[in-house]
């Protein structure tokens, strides 16, 4: 084993040296020399860049100390022109200067010009009058005047009358504007300097009015020693420009040179890179550039007397570049001192290191053996480590040696099937599981090619892996069966990885036919369960936390109408069919759901693909897993789209048995008959009653007392009697104003599921009309009967909507037919009209269903039993329609008319009679209680369908 090992390192060692070709002392010196060198340059980087930062620190602080000098100093300078016009408008405003008095003006100027460092002051009026005294290059004082009012005691002043002030800019802006102007003055006439600046004011009098102009000159040559003066290192350079750019003074005694340009050119390119100019600097800007390979460090200070001007401070890197040069040199010098030395000790100390190894490599080549130790090996090397190494080394021979007895021992004892498979076809190796799980002893298994023992179905499907493997794939529970001993078989599950270089396959087989009798099993009751599902109309849904798998049953996707799929992609797919107003309940519950564990229902609105809406009740519960985490979610589906539209229909039939109560004219109420309480009753009790409501409320058996008292009795007696069956009662009520009314009380016992009375309905309806009315229904029916009996007409009344037609005895008799003869239906009466007629009869009933004002009254044939024609006399006419106008039923009369030519007179009396049939029907049919009060009828036909009670009353 130590052997192995030294031929192990004796491969490391030529593997390295071949591919790497970098030897064990080089790698040892690099990896000393390399910290070492990057330390030292970011070192010296960093020093350097130290230096950097202190130059353009200091450069700013002198940038900002010149540029404050030059601020206040300039300042003061500019503020001279405003002092000098303040004072003379303070004496011209106090009356102790008169702009008339010249030679006044003029010796003010003269003192002034000599106190304060102007070179010139002017004042020009609006009358044509001028005085102004200047200061010549010699620095004497010249006088200027010119007057047009007067000419006396002037002779020893100069006049110039030729010079016209008034088109000059510093009078004729300020006569315009009325504001303060300032000017400049390139080498004029009448300027002291050949460059300087001119301060302009308007001039007042005491009342206030523009009486002319007063201009001071401040010499540029003044303003370039003011920056003379502040500079404070000889390097720096101080402008004083326009924003156009133009200089106006600088600190330099030299004239205006190619550098000086430069250096603005470049300010200027500078701010372009910010999109800006000399005109948008409103605040001070700090700026580097570089000119003719100088580094400067510039400072832009906007004048706050002259908006149009800017200070320029600039000073060069160069100018504290000796003393940190000094500085640099040392760095460097320092640098690569440290350098040497560190490549120097570097390589001492890996040939030191890499001596005594090397030793004990060319040791272990030359004289170990498997069964020695390396114990002698550490003599010829003094490093507590390699010594440590050696004993490491003998350390790990005997732990290998430990793990191949108990790798040995894990095959033997492992329960699964673990086997070393040759390509050749053969088993190599196996352990004892096979014997116990096939029967076979180890020696038939190694003997025999292992594809005799593959179910014969199996055998291509395992050739054509094993063809894989030697290919260099893995196999990774591919599934075969194998004969045992006894001549059955067994399912085995193979996990096979590849040996090539050995011709080897190393296998871990398990025996898997329990869990595939157990998984028929599953899928047995998933079958049996998807049918019980079916058979509830329910389905279910399982949602993977961790995968975000959403997997829904069969039924699932039938309630939500969707093609069956295995899996939906994501939750979020589930959601869409979700209706918009539903959604945000829906990821509550799902939130609350995996964030706090609780169990919920919810009932949905889904748009399934069709277009259809569906209503479903969710009913989830969490899934844990042993930490009590939230993994899974799983939830059933029911579709209560029915169920929802059932309450729907009860809703709009409680909303519409509401709107009923309180609209019809009849008298709704319900009470309990235990309590003697009232629970409902409608308005119209106040109407018909005569009495509040409230009234019977407080007293349930207040009604009472409006009862007539003769029928009072009768009355009690039923109200006793409907607590156990439906009653009916007609009765009359006495108004407080003694008005006699007839009322028709309808009362219905409400039992619950145990088939006890707790609640009683009652309809009374105000009949008072329909007594009156039957009375003469009940005359007219009368002369009706009698009517007919005379004449010998017989009736029919049809019903269309069920084609049920009634023909009376006299109709049959007529036409020669017992009652069971014809049935009583439409068909009958088609089947005996005679051919020739049979199309305009069917033509004028047709006509006269669709409109009632074409009058249904027809002479034809109709056929008799005994086979011969009669001529019939037919008066029909629709007397209901629906509320679309649909016919819904017909009543006519038929008489024999054959003997109707025999004589005039009687042809003439029977004319009469059945006009006088027809007239009297047509009042009978008008006068019908049911049709007087259908709505009525169809009110209280709906209340009795709600609370279930018997209705055959009504018909």
Known sequence: MIKQLSNYIVLIDTIFRQKIKIPLRGMIFLSLIIPTSITVLFLAWALLQKEQIAVKQLATEFNSQTGDYVTNDLDNYLEVPSLIHKINQDLMKLGWLDSNDLIKIKDLFFQQIKQFNVGQINFGSTKGDFVGVKRAKDNSLITNLKTESSSENLTEISKNNEYNY??????????????????????????????????????????????????????????????????????????????????????????????????????????????????????????????????????????????????????????????????????????????????????????????????????????????????????????????????????????????????????????????????????????????????????????????????PEDKDTTLTEVQKITDGAKAIKFQNRYRTKDGSYRWLAWNSVPFLTENLIYAVVRDITDEKETLESILHNQAKLIEVEKTAGIGSWEYDLTTSQLICSEEVYKILGIQQKSTFVTMEDYLKLVDSDDLPAIRKAIDLAINQGQSDRLDLRILCPDGKQKYISITGKPIFNDKGKVIKLFATVLNITERKQIEAALQESQEIFSQLAENIDSVFWVHDPQNSQIFYISPSYEKIWGYRRDDLYKSPHSFLDAIYPEDRPKVVE??????????????????????????????????????????????????????????????????????????????????????????????????????????????SWKMLIHPEDKVWVMDALNLHLEDSSFIYALDYRLQTKAGEWKWIAVYGKVVVRDEIGKPVRMIGTHKDISDRKAAELTLKQQLELEKLVANISTSFINLNPNEINSSIQLALKQLCDLIGADRSYMF
């Open 166 to 455: 008034q088109t000059e800019s510093w009078y004729r802006d300020v006569i315009k504007t009325g504001k303060p102007v300032w000017n400049k003055v390139d080498n004029s006439e009448y300027s002291s300097e050949s460059g300087a600046i001119l301060a302009s004011y308007p001039v007042y009098d005491q009342n206030n009015s523009l009486i002319g102009v007063l201009a001071v000159e401040l010499p540029i040559s003044e303003i370039d020693k003011l920056l003379q003066t502040v500079s404070i290192a000889q390097s720096n350079v101080i402008y004083l420009i326009e924003k156009s750019g133009i200089v106006v003074a600088s600190n330099s005694n030299q004239s205006w040179d190619n550098s000086s340009k430069k250096l603005i050119q470049e300010i200027a390119n500078k701010l372009l890179e910010t999109k800006e100019d000399y005109y948008d600097v409103k605040n001070i800007k700090n700026l580097e550039l570089k000119v003719t390979d100088k580094q400067y460090f510039v400072k832009l200070i906007p004048s706050k007397n002259q908006d149009n001007w800017l200070i320029v401070v600039a000073v060069p890197s160069s100018g504290f570049a000796p003393e940190i040069n000094n500085k640099i040199k040392i760095t460097i010098f320092l640098c690569l001192l440290v350098m040497g030395l560190a490549i120097y000790l570097a390589m001492l100390i890996s040939n030191w290191i890499t001596k005594p190894i090397y030793k004990l490599l060319k040791t272990l080549q030359n004289n170990l053996t498997n069964e020695e130790d390396l114990s002698s090996a550490s003599k010829i090397v003094w490093f507590k480590e390699i010594e440590d190494l050696v004993q490491s080394f003998n350390q790990i021979n005997e732990r290998l040696k430990k793990k191949s007895r108990e790798g040995d021992r894990f095959f033997d004892i492992s329960l699964d099937l673990l086997v070393i498979v040759g390509t050749d076809g053969y088993f190599k190796k196996l352990n004892s599981s096979w014997s116990r799980i096939l029967g076979y002893t180890t020696e038939e298994l190694l003997e025999v090619p292992y594809i005799e023992f593959v179910h």
């Open 718 to 827: 039923a109200l006793a009697n409907s607590t156990e069956v439906e009653e009916k009662q007609e009765y009359r009520i006495m108004l407080p104003n003694g008005e006699i009314r007839w009322i028709l009380t309808r009362s219905f016992p409400i039992k619950d599921p145990a088939g006890k009375v707790y609640k009683i309905a009652r309809i009374a309806q105000d009949i008072s009309e329909d007594k009156l009315i039957d009375k003469k229904l009940q005359l007219i029916q009368e002369r009706l009967q009698l009517a007919l009996e005379t004449s010998g007409d017989g009736l029919w009344d049809w019903n269309i909507t069920t084609d049920e037609c009634y023909y009376s005895f006299r109709w049959l008799e007529m036409l020669g037919y017992d009652p069971d003869d014809i049935p009583q239906d439409i068909n």
